[in-house]
């Protein structure tokens, strides 16, 4: 980064004075390296707990970042470490709607740059639930009874700074959190 400007400096791979689609390189994979879960059932008298957690080591691009250039306000925390005055040795550049600080927004976005860690523990599924005693269900003539209460995606562990870390590339809102809760019968 220039620190006089605070806008981020790219090298003109292919030498011609312009920054294009020629001076683009794969330089870092993105994607999953592996990935998997953990899934079980626990039950002790009438209880009854079930949960699947799901784990992915991946690199992904952070498409937030972005934010450099294009918005000036309503930034998120980690973007605090950005150029202000000259002299500034921030992580980020300038924030601004003008040419050059949009422009080098742009390329920055498209450079490896914005590829990190997008690994996760994600608890997918939760569910608990309670079998009523015979002698209630005997007085309400169920054969079966049970009470419960579920949830999905409950809790995410990442240091991703995007938000969903399941699909790293773009502005992916993460998946809705749902709890449900009810009453089962059968007769």
């Given at each position: ?62 498409a937030l970042l ?31 709607t003008q040419s ?88």
């Open positions: 980064m220039n620190t006089a400007t605070g806008i981020f400096g790219f090298t003109d791979v292919d030498g011609n004075g312009s920054y294009d689609f020629r001076d683009q390189q794969t330089v870092r994979f993105i994607g999953p390296q592996f990935f998997g879960g953990l899934q079980n059932s626990f039950q002790y008298k009438n209880f009854q707990l079930d949960f699947l957690f799901q784990f992915v080591k991946q690199t992904g691009s952070d972005n934010l450099t250039g294009a918005f000036a306000s309503a930034v998120p925390a980690y973007m605090l470490d950005r150029w202000q005055k000259p002299g500034d040795n921030a992580t980020y550049q300038r924030l601004g050059p600080v949009t422009t080098a927004a742009n390329l920055y976005s498209s450079s490896d740059q914005v590829i990190g860690d997008a690994s996760f523990i994600r608890l997918k599924n939760l569910a608990v639930s309670w079998i009523l005693p015979k002698r209630w269900m005997d007085k309400i003539h169920a054969d079966n009874a049970r009470l419960f209460i579920q949830g999905q995606n409950l809790l995410t562990i990442t240091d991703f700074k995007g938000l969903d870390p399941e699909r790293p590339a773009g502005f992916n809102l993460p998946p809705l959190r749902v709890i449900t809760a009810g009453i089962q019968f059968t007769f």
